[in-house]
């Protein structure tokens, strides 16, 4: 239902803003001319996000409509925003003026002024915003290491890289070149590797991977995007080279761990590990199993039940890919608890309204004696942009006292 409703909105904001468009550049000659052009470009690109999602492969021709149908949806959000902030100072000249007035003779002009304007800052903002998700930065974070833990561990933590058609092979290596001097101990995924499993090399993972080499591995969990693209990688034959496709039987998300194992990550769905007797780690499966099997997943309780007592003492580092009910993690006694999915909202206002939604949406917070942080993410869905802040690697250093 909630799809339906996106769908139709979708349909409506383009609509109006081609109407409005339309409107703006009433005129004869050359303007008649830019009108049209300006139209029928925005229709094309109003198209585009759907039609990408039906196109199957991951040709340029492929690549390039999503691109172009990501950035619309960028750009369509700050024309919104921009058109938002105009009518509000039109009400204040009003309402509080007037301060500016149009001679009558000028309106038609200072209609296309508005018109460039805005179609100039959303496409400004837009095309920063994406330029700001080729440059991800290192967030560090000290933490005390619980009184079990005698030696220093050094943990880099990832989560939302959104793998696929639009961040590539190449973006994921310059992921790895930022974490590669770092030389952790230990690297956690917190779901959402996948966006798609056309645009999604397994062979230039594991290379890129295997750079790193961290003593106590790569272990990952799954995000609701692996059931996603999982779902959709029904589509692609069993026949595709090896390295480049995801296996054509089973349910989608065990498609999608396949793949990701395939890569050299360790998955963890619902299941614990002992790392070198150092750390217990515990990967909860997705809240989107649910949603795709009709199964719940394991209850954190239960899930620990299956730990043998030996284990227990272990710090607990825990992975859970959606940061609701934060309290499970500070129940089960937990040292620390990393997750992603909230991206911080990504574009512009939308921060806000996941912080309405989550107790902590982005950054660092506590629970007694459990220490979690909220990824910002890697990667990006949807639009290839970011006006939230930077896409992160979290650096985690445990230092005994």
Request: aromatic share 10%; net charge positive.
């Amino acid at each position: 239902m909630i799809f339906t409703l996106i769908k139709w909105l979708y349909a409506a904001v383009n609509i109006y803003l081609i109407v409005l468009l339309y409107r703006s550049l009433r005129g004869n000659g050359v303007v008649r001319v830019v009108r049209v052009v300006s139209c029928l470009t925005a229709i094309l690109l109003s198209v585009a996000f759907p039609v990408s999602r039906m196109i199957e492969g991951n040709s340029l021709w492929a690549k390039s409509v999503t691109f172009a149908g990501t950035f619309w949806l960028s750009f369509i959000l700050h024309v919104l925003l921009v058109l938002l902030l105009l009518s509000l100072l039109r009400w204040c000249n009003r309402r509080f003026g007037p301060w500016f007035v149009i001679a009558p003779e000028r309106l038609r002009r200072w209609r296309y002024i508005s018109c460039g304007g805005v179609i100039g800052v959303a496409l400004l903002v837009s095309s920063l915003g994406w330029l700001n998700t080729q440059y991800p930065v290192v967030h560090e974070i000290t933490l005390p290491a619980p009184g079990q833990l005698k030696t220093p561990l050094k943990i880099v933590a990832l989560s939302d890289t959104h793998l696929g058609r639009l961040v590539s092979p190449e973006d994921f290596s310059r992921l790895i070149d930022l974490i590669e001097p770092l030389q952790p101990d230990l690297v956690l995924f917190a779901g959402d590797i996948l966006d798609d499993h056309y645009g999604f090399d397994s062979d230039a993972t594991r290379t890129n991977l295997a750079r790193l080499n961290p003593v106590l591995g790569v272990w990952a969990i799954m995000g609701n995007h692996e059931y996603y693209s999982g779902e959709n990688s029904s589509k692609i034959p069993a026949t595709l080279p090896i390295g480049k496709h995801a296996y054509s039987t089973g349910d989608g998300a065990a498609r999608s761990r396949r793949l990701l194992e395939q890569s050299g990550i360790r998955m963890l769905r619902d299941e614990w590990a002992d790392l070198d007797g150092k750390i217990l780690l515990v990967g909860r499966d997705d809240l989107s199993l649910e949603r795709f099997t009709e199964q719940r997943r394991k209850s954190l309780p239960d899930l620990l039940a299956t730990v043998p007592a030996g284990l227990r003492q272990q710090p607990m580092i825990l992975l859970d890919h959606q940061p609701y009910h934060l309290e499970e993690a500070e129940q089960a006694g937990a040292f620390l608890q990393f997750s992603g999915h909230t991206h911080n909202g990504q574009l512009f206002p939308f921060n806000f309204l996941v912080a309405l939604v989550y107790e902590n949406a982005y950054g660092y917070s506590r629970r007694g004696n459990t220490h979690y942080w909220v990824s910002s993410g890697a990667g990006t869905w949807g639009p290839r942009a970011r006006t939230t802040g930077r896409p992160e690697v979290v650096l985690i250093n445990i230092a005994p006292n």
